[in-house]
């Protein structure tokens, strides 16, 4: 039970740059304001794109069959 737990917050996981890129954008559709001499707008994709790595890779991390994987690699 708490394998298939893990595994579905993985997935929640991988649900976020999909949120971030398309959930996310008629609510920041936006020119004003400006952050960091940005467009909001721009500053939002910016920040999706740097964002989204980091989400696959707390998924790749949580999952219990990339463990089991690299565990196997590293032997």
Do not use: C
């Not at 579905?8 to 740059?17: A, D, N």
């Not at 980091?54 to 089991?68: E, Y």
């Amino acid at each position: 039970m708490l394998r298939r737990l893990r595994e579905r917050v993985s997935v929640v996981w991988l649900v976020g740059p999909f949120v971030l890129y398309v959930g996310a954008l008629p609510f920041v559709n936006r020119v004003h304001p400006i952050v960091l001499g940005l467009p909001f707008f721009l500053f939002w994709m910016l920040l999706a794109t740097v964002l989204t790595p980091v989400t696959i890779a707390l998924a790749a991390l949580g999952d219990p069959r990339f463990k089991r994987d690299r565990e196997g690699d590293a032997q």
